[in-house]
């Protein structure tokens, strides 16, 4: 199906912007890895670069060094591109993907500098990916919270308006931007289980995936990631059967998601969801 099929779907000739980053925004480099994968399958090419001297702590977000086959060693800088694709669908929409590091410093710059390329390519609609730690069970759906402040957007996908006040990532601000420029905003955050955050988690990044594909009526080639995710919830099914601990409170997420289903998407769900993370963040750096 296409968007010209598809009424709940952006219109085929619109020009969409997808961005997502590394670091408090991409528990399990699930969202990161979205984009990662739209790249690859889309052929994305570079279309702008923003310069990581003005945005980036160097011993926060660390450069690093390798030898390439001809023997040459180079130094790869932590940053944020800006990249252009057109995928195999059918209309004349482009794409325009954003995948860095979430910057150190001067945030309203940084997402000044992302929102004039988007002006400039003429985006309509910018779609931002996230994932944060949740307390689900990997042997069910991964829980998906979809917002928008836009009310033309709410109505066509059966959205809800995020009520959520708090602690913000550089997500939520070059949202806010966005809608301020009068670009349509979806935002798209998928929960990692806590017990198995670290990266990879293609579970999360098929279920990003999937909403992507739903606002763009267009199919999303998954390449290996089906047998990544088999290998994925395998893993997790041996960590629980050798852990009693983990096992038992994986026992307890099925028992109350089975009972009580997880809430749609809302403003309530994500709010409770952010301070369970925040908590999390909280105590494995040590405070109180």
């Known amino acids: 199906m296409t968007a010209e099929s598809d009424p709940a779907a952006l219109a085929a000739d619109q020009s969409v912007m997808i961005a997502a980053f590394e670091g408090w925004n991409d528990a399990g480099s699930a969202a990161s890895s979205a984009l990662d994968h739209l790249a690859r399958m889309w052929s994305a090419r570079e279309y702008a670069a923003l310069d990581p001297e003005d945005y980036h702590d160097f011993q926060v977000s660390r450069p690093s060094i390798q030898t390439l086959a001809g023997g040459e060693r180079v130094v790869s800088w932590p ?33 000044r500098e992302i929102l004039d390329c988007a002006e400039d390519l003429d985006v309509k609609t910018l779609i931002t990916c996230g994932a944060l730690l949740v307390d689900a069970p990997h042997t069910r759906p991964l829980p998906t919270f979809v917002t928008s402040e836009d009310a033309r957007a709410r109505e066509a996908f059966d959205l809800e308006r995020s009520d959520y006040e708090g602690p913000t990532g550089v997500l939520g601000v070059l949202g806010h931007e966005a809608a301020l420029r ?22 999360a990044t098929v279920s990003i995936l999937s909403q992507l594909e739903r606002f763009l009526g267009e199919p999303i080639d998954l390449g290996d990631l089906p047998e990544e995710v088999e290998a994925w919830q395998h893993g997790a099914d041996e960590l629980a059967e050798e852990d009693e601990e983990i096992s038992a409170h994986v026992e307890q997420l099925e028992s109350v998601m089975d009972e009580t289903a997880l809430p749609e998407a809302s403003g309530d769900a994500i709010a409770a969801e952010f301070e369970k993370f925040l908590r999390r963040r909280d105590l494995g750096n040590g405070k109180a």
């Open 182 to 203: 009068g670009i349509t905003v979806i935002s798209v955050w998928v929960g990692v289980p806590h017990y198995i955050a670290h990266p990879p988690s293609p579970k």
């Open 79 to 111: 940053g944020t591109v800006v990249s252009t694709a057109n995928g195999p669908w059918v209309g004349d929409r482009d794409i325009a993907l954003v995948r860095g590091i979430e910057p150190s410093m001067r945030w309203r710059r940084f997402c």
